[in-house]
């Protein structure tokens, strides 16, 4: 039986697609916002001179320049992302790659759009059934299509977006459950991946067999390394909440007001809940999709059913 490792980390997902763009190009076409008349068809990988420097744990997983089918030219630069501050991260990434296409003195009609893609592994807007979140540089109170399309911002919440049925067969979809469902984990690959040739070529690049000791070696410090920044987050949110506390007692509130607005912020934040699981039971969200967005049971969720 094949053993596979988690193409969310880096070594592994630059296996899969920063050596073989065919997928890369697949996986692309796939999840970014592009015309549907307008798909990637020519990339080549960026030199790592024009590959931005990210500060502290560096995430930059693929970097590509793209041609579509009609001609026009973009940069693609792509993020893992686990922690808190991961759009400003994919936010100065992408910036740093759109400034580095032009060397000193060109002129600046050279500079070609560019799509930062972040993946991000874990749920981060609980309040919101969105997974898909597409950033782009719009005129306040402009008309529709006044924007400055040389720079936007694709996040995608790898944990939330809905897999309708086992027969799901949209694209995007495919490769979203390939990045979700592949991992140590895996004992049988669902046969609509394997479906796809591409994404049946990723299964197999997925497979422990296909990595060296080194790189083993590596796919187990890269998840030390998002232990320890997790832990790290955690520290960071206990830290808070003990200063806010320590805030409130100082601020010398009666007791019970102060139970009675925590009491009263809770039950809104339920019944906030509540509304967003009675809104996508409404477009068809699975279950567990919805236990996993607003952190209500399955038994309060299948009582919003009756």
Partial sequence: ????????????????????????????????????????????????EQVPAIPEFNRTIADAKCKDAKGRAFVVEMQMNWTDSFKQRLLFGASQAFVKQLDKGKDYVLLQPVYGLGLVAEIYDRLSPDWYHDYQLVKKGGQDGDIIDHLQLIFIELPKFPVHSAEEKTLRLLWLRFLREIDEKTKTVSHELLEVPEIAEAVELAEESAYTQAELAFYESYWDQVRREKTLMSEKYTKGLEAGKAEGKAEGKAEGLAEGEARGKAEGKVEGKIEIARKMLTLNFSVTTIVEATELTEEEIECLKE
């Fill in 1 to 48: 039986m094949s053993r596979y490792l988690d193409p969310k980390a880096d070594v592994v997902f630059k296996k899969i697609f920063g050596d073989h763009p065919h997928l890369l190009m697949s996986f692309l076409n796939a999840v970014l916002p592009l015309p549907v008349d307008s798909p990637i068809v020519e990339l080549t990988y960026l030199p790592s």
